[in-house]
């Protein structure tokens, strides 16, 4: 898994909690990296739904979607992030032996069933029971 999954929660997170607009450079302050990742990540998610756009000297970024029908499952959707995966695979499938030649197909079989469990794991939270968990007091960002 890359970061970009970790990165968009913060953000909407972010974008809930602040309400209004906020500028790709705010929000890559405050999740310490730089604001073109920043509004890389979030043009994916403008595409879901989830994030409107403003443009200008005003503009940025707004929440525009609700955070307890959210799950972190539909955001790693949006992203394409796979959980569980690998880059490189052991065996050949064109080897005699049974184990280099079926090596990979198995292993990316396990590798498939367990994203999928993360999934099913990340669809049973939702972005405000995600925020919920930081005890951030009522209107702040803590």
């Keep these: 898994m890359n970061s970009d999954f970790s990165l968009a929660v913060h953000a909407l997170v972010l974008l809930h909690r602040k309400g209004g607009v906020q500028s790709s450079e705010a929000l890559a302050q405050n999740i310490c990296t730089n604001p073109v990742r920043v509004r890389r990540v979030l043009a994916k998610l403008k595409r879901a739904g989830w994030v409107a756009t403003r443009e200008g000297s005003e503009g940025g970024y707004r929440l525009n979607a609700d955070p307890a029908a959210l799950t972190l499952a539909d955001v790693a959707g949006a992203l394409d992030v796979r959980f569980?995966?690998?880059?490189?695979?052991?065996?050949?499938?064109?080897?005699?032996?049974?184990?280099?030649?079926?090596?990979?197909?198995?292993?990316?079989?396990?590798?498939?069933?367990?994203?999928?469990?993360?999934?099913?794991?990340?669809?049973?939270?939702?972005l405000a029971a995600l925020e919920q968990r930081l005890h951030l007091p009522q209107g702040g960002c803590g």
């Design 84 to 126: 569980v995966d690998a880059r490189w695979h052991s065996g050949r499938d064109d080897l005699p032996c049974l184990i280099a030649s079926g090596m990979a197909g198995v292993m990316d079989e396990l590798l498939a069933d367990l994203d999928a469990a993360c999934r099913a794991r990340l669809a049973q939270t939702t």
